[in-house]
Nanobody, 115 residues
Framework: QVQLVESGGGLVQPGGSLRLSCAAS????????INWYRQAPGKERELVAG????????NYADFVKGRFTISKDNAKNTGYLQMNSLKPEDTAMYYC????????WGQGTQVTVSS
């Protein structure tokens, strides 16, 4: 059974940090690239960051460059999104997507940045 489960979201003050995790099971995680997306209320889902299957190539949306870091631990079947210097506009539901021979989505984890 394929599963992709995000965790690590929550409420944080502006300027704070969170680390999101994306735990995978049921497929060969090491052969899949990982993308993180987010969707704020009333807005379309947007790509935040991506990392290649073995982790050698990363890319970021301009609005998170220098603040977010994507990583992947194939030994643990887990992807991560380290988010620093969070802003209120980062508030959204964050989703993990695994892209390889198939495409899998997680259910999302809520991130709220507010004082």
């Amino acid at each position: 059974q394929v599963q992709l489960v995000e965790s690590g979201g929550g409420l944080v003050q502006p300027g704070g940090s969170l680390r999101l995790s994306c735990a995978a099971s049921g497929f060969l995680f090491s052969t899949y690239a990982i993308n993180w997306y987010r969707q704020a209320p009333g807005k379309e889902r947007e790509l935040v960051a991506g990392i290649s299957s073995v982790g050698g190539v990363t890319n970021y949306a301009d609005f998170v460059k220098g603040r977010f870091t994507i990583s992947k631990d194939n030994a643990k079947n887990t992807g991560y999104l380290q988010m620093n210097s969070l802003k209120p506009e980062d508030t959204a539901m964050y989703y993990c997507k695994a892209r390889g021979s198939n495409v899998y989505w997680g259910q999302g984890t809520q991130v709220t940045v507010s004082s």
